[in-house]
C-alpha cells in the first residue's frame, strides 16, 4: 500500500503563492498522481493531474494559468505550485495516485490512494 503525506499548506494572504508537496512511501513510477481539493459543505473537484510519464498535464478551469503540477519520481514526490491565490482557493488538498496491478490470479485490478490532506487558507 502506497502511503501519502501532504505538506506545504497554511495561511496565505491573497495574491500570494504556496508549494504543496505530496510525499510517497514508495515510488510513484507507475502512478498518475492528481490533487484534489474540497472545500467546506462542497463536493471534492481535481484541481490538477499529470500522468506516470510526466508529459501530460490537465488542470480544471478554475486554475487559470495560476496553479502548476509537476512530479520527481526519484524523489518519490507530486508538487502542486499555486501562485495569484485568491479566498475561493480555500479548501483542504488532497494528494491522489492511480495505477493498476495484477493479482495472484493474473486480474488487473485498479489501485487508488489517497493522502490526509493539507489545509490551504487564503485571506483578504
Known amino acids: 500500500q502506497v502511503q501519502l503525506v501532504e505538506s506545504g499548506g497554511g495561511l496565505v494572504q491573497a495574491g500570494g503563492s504556496l508549494r504543496l508537496s505530496c510525499l510517497a512511501s514508495e515510488t510513484i513510477s507507475y502512478y498518475d498522481m492528481n490533487w484534489y481539493r474540497q472545500a467546506p459543505g462542497k463536493e471534492r473537484e481535481m484541481v490538477a493531474r499529470i500522468d506516470s510519464s510526466g508529459r501530460r498535464t490537465q488542470y480544471a478551469d478554475f486554475t487559470k494559468g495560476r496553479f502548476t503540477i509537476s512530479r520527481d519520481d526519484a524523489k518519490d514526490t507530486v508538487y502542486l505550485e499555486m501562485n495569484n491565490l485568491k479566498p475561493d482557493d480555500t479548501a483542504v488538498y488532497y494528494c491522489?495516485?492511480?495505477?493498476?496491478?495484477?493479482?495472484?490470479?493474473?486480474?488487473?485490478?485498479?489501485?487508488?490512494?489517497w493522502g490526509q490532506g493539507t489545509q490551504v487558507t487564503v485571506s483578504s
Open positions: 491522489n495516485a492511480n495505477g493498476l496491478s495484477m493479482n495472484s490470479d493474473a486480474r488487473v485490478v485498479p489501485l487508488d490512494y
